[in-house]
């Protein structure tokens, strides 16, 4: 049973930092490249970041270049998204999605694999 659980979400003043994990079971974790998509109110969802399954490439969407990074740890079969110098229009419900292959995939319908989404507000 495939499973990709979310955590770190919550409130946070701008300016402000968080750390969502992403972590996962149920698939070979070091065969799928890992996404960040987010989904604000009203808005559809968009990629955020990207790594590859190894870990070599990441890409993100200018809106975070610079204060989000992205990575893997593969022994633990998680992903996590640091979060620096938070902006209100980062509020957003942050999914991670998961898609097996060796390069970086950057369309929504590439994901098969989909977490529940966690919370981030960002407000003073």
């Known amino acids: 049973q495939v499973q990709l659980v979310e955590s770190g979400g919550g409130l946070v003043q701008p300016g402000g930092s968080l750390r969502l994990s992403c972590t996962t079971s149920g698939f070979t974790f070091n065969r799928y490249a890992m996404s960040w998509y987010r989904q604000a109110a009203g808005k559809e969802r968009e990629l955020v970041a990207v790594?590859?399954?190894?870990?070599?490439?990441?890409n993100y969407v200018d809106s975070v270049k610079g204060r989000f990074t992205i990575s893997r740890d593969n022994a633990k079969n998680t992903v996590y998204l640091q979060m620096n110098s938070l902006k209100p229009e980062d509020t957003a419900v942050y999914y991670c999605?998961?898609?097996?292959?060796?390069?970086?995939?950057?369309?929504?319908?590439?994901?098969?694999?989909w977490g529940q989404g966690t919370q981030v507000t960002v407000s003073s």
């Open positions: 790594i590859t399954s190894g870990g070599e490439a990441i």
């Open positions: 999605a998961a898609r097996r292959g060796y390069a970086y995939y950057t369309k929504e319908y590439d994901y098969g694999y």
